[in-house]
């Protein structure tokens, strides 16, 4: 837990500090890689908490999270179109859906435990 804490606040710092300057064609791509490693995140923890989990399962939610997202914005942004925006609802979709998970197991078990 403590080396969990300790990324995040070096990240923060990092991401503060640091003077890192994208190309602003590429937001579609960056916000979508995002919302992919975000998903991802909530979907291993989703596993984790139904005993389902494994180190492959994991790396390839990530692969093809990755993959799905940025394929989508690759041809939204060849036809002109926000096809992208497909992406968004559903990973938006499945991260509520695993939040839903999760708050409902730390609920069953705050209820066992009264």
């Given at each position: 837990?403590?080396?969990?804490?300790?990324?995040?606040?070096?990240?923060?710092?990092?991401g503060f500090n640091l003077d890192f300057?994208?190309?602003?064609?590429?937001?579609?791509?960056?916000?979508l890689a995002i919302l992919?490693?975000?998903n991802t995140i909530f979907n291993i923890l989703s596993e984790n908490i139904k005993g389902q989990l494994s180190n492959f399962k994991s790396c390839l939610f990530l692969i093809s999270?990755?993959?799905f997202a940025l394929f989508l914005g690759f041809v939204g942004e060849q036809l002109g179109l926000p096809i992208y925006l497909a992406a968004v609802f559903a990973f938006g979709?499945?991260?509520y859906k695993n939040i839903r998970v999760?708050?409902?197991?730390?609920?069953?078990?705050?209820?066992?435990?009264?």
């Open positions: 837990m403590l080396y969990v804490v300790a990324g995040l606040i070096l990240g923060i710092l990092a300057v994208y190309n602003p064609e590429y937001v579609v791509y960056i916000s992919a490693i975000i999270d990755l993959l979709n499945n991260i999760i708050i409902d197991f730390f609920l069953e078990k705050f209820n066992k435990n009264r």
